[in-house]
């Protein structure tokens, strides 16, 4: 088995992966700040029932062994950007707040920081593990 392709490390992957595209749309979002017309995007929260269902397709399947089991049903991969309402928009049609921009920004970082980090100990405990 290939270290990388360990299930919590193809996850912890996929996550830094979705966080980096939020990242890209949001700052496109602060780039924008003031284009007219301009509306704020950003990215579908990640799902778990995604989530395994991505596991799924990738071949570490969730079997169904007893009836009692709770079926896993395919759902769907979509992590295209969505439109944010334009609750507020400024004279010029602009739905891009700042601040709110901002503070999504760092939520990101510091998730991705998070998320990285626990990636680098599970990598760690794996190499103690096979003696390295």
Request: aromatic residues 4%.
């Given at each position: 088995?290939?270290?990388?392709?360990?299930?919590?490390?193809?996850?912890?992957?996929e996550r830094m992966t979705w966080l980096h595209q939020r990242q890209d749309v949001l700052s496109q979002n602060v780039a924008n700040v003031d284009t007219p017309g301009y509306v704020a995007r950003d990215l579908k929260a990640q799902d778990f029932s995604d989530i395994l269902s991505g596991e799924t397709t990738r071949g570490n399947a969730?079997?169904?062994?007893?009836?009692?089991?709770?079926?896993?049903?395919?759902?769907?991969?979509?992590?295209?950007a969505e439109e944010a309402a334009p609750d507020a928009a400024n004279p010029n049609g602009n739905a891009v707040s700042l601040?709110?921009?901002?503070?999504?920004?760092?939520?990101?970082?510091?998730?991705?920081?998070?998320?990285?980090?626990?990636?680098?100990?599970?990598?760690?405990?794996?190499?103690?593990?096979i003696g390295h």
């Open positions: 088995m290939n270290l990388p392709d360990v299930p919590l490390l193809s996850l912890l992957r969730l079997a169904a062994t007893d009836p009692r089991h709770i079926a896993t049903s395919p759902a769907s991969q979509s992590r295209f601040e709110e921009e901002m503070i999504k920004v760092s939520d990101t970082q510091a998730q991705f920081q998070a998320a990285a980090n626990l990636y680098a100990k599970a990598m760690t405990m794996m190499k103690t593990a």
